[in-house]
């Protein structure tokens, strides 16, 4: 741990160190979070998300929860499951990777006005070499947003996720974003349900720096 660098190889330790594919070699069709903060976080990205945007959905599965009946230019999926790609019905195209062995985006600079991470930041084992990517194939200005709330694998979330509550994510989020050093700070908000019933949901939002190269 360094000044500039905050993260030890520890704080990325799981419990379960086996090889990430075979863990999801199975198709998990699945939301991963209940109906009501779907439909928060739906209702975020579209007034978050312009329409026509190209959209880049990162460690993507069978749902991109965007919100019903928008139009945008394009929708990429890349996650670790082709099955639960090919049955998520608003992708326009699909890349099946492993962001934990290979932690840069198959595009080229530039390309994308949107990124979304969606309940899935505490599997990262290289946050800040995916959140750098994530930054150079964003347009100057377009948002990351990364959402979370209190559900995971345990056994193949870090143990810097594990060991933090959630205000500890937010801030955890937005070192990921701060030490990747192409963005703006990030900013966080409360998706939860004011009843306090369902699921919780956060998001940590950054946009790209402008003055990166």
């Not at 599965?61 to 090919?86: F, T």
Request: aromatic share 10%; net charge negative; charged share 20%.
């Amino acid at each position: 741990m360094t000044a500039d660098n905050p993260f030890r190889p520890e704080h990325f330790r799981r419990e379960d160190e086996a090889d990430d594919a075979l863990f999801y070699a199975m198709p998990r069709q699945v939301a991963h979070i209940d109906d009501a903060a779907r439909v928060a976080l739906a209702a975020y990205f579209g007034a978050a998300i312009p329409g026509g945007a190209r959209v880049l959905d990162l460690m993507s599965s069978r749902y991109s929860h965007l919100p019903e009946g928008a139009e945008y230019e394009a929708i990429v999926g890349l996650g670790m499951n082709a099955a639960e790609l090919a049955a998520n019905p608003d992708l326009t195209g699909r890349v099946v990777q492993d962001l934990n062995r290979a932690p840069w985006l198959p595009f080229t600079d530039r390309v994308f006005d949107v990124c979304l991470l969606t309940v899935s930041a505490q599997y990262l084992i290289k946050p800040a070499q995916v959140f750098a990517e994530a930054a150079r194939v964003l347009v100057p200005g377009a948002p990351m947003i990364v959402s979370y709330s209190n559900r995971c694998f345990p056994t193949k979330a870090t143990a810097v996720w594990r060991a933090l509550d959630t205000r500890g994510h937010a801030r955890l989020i937005a070192a990921y974003f701060a030490h990747s050093a192409g963005f703006e700070p990030a900013t966080m908000a409360d998706l939860s349900p004011a009843s306090g019933a369902g699921d919780p949901l956060y998001v940590v939002r950054a946009d790209r720096s402008r003055g990166r190269g």
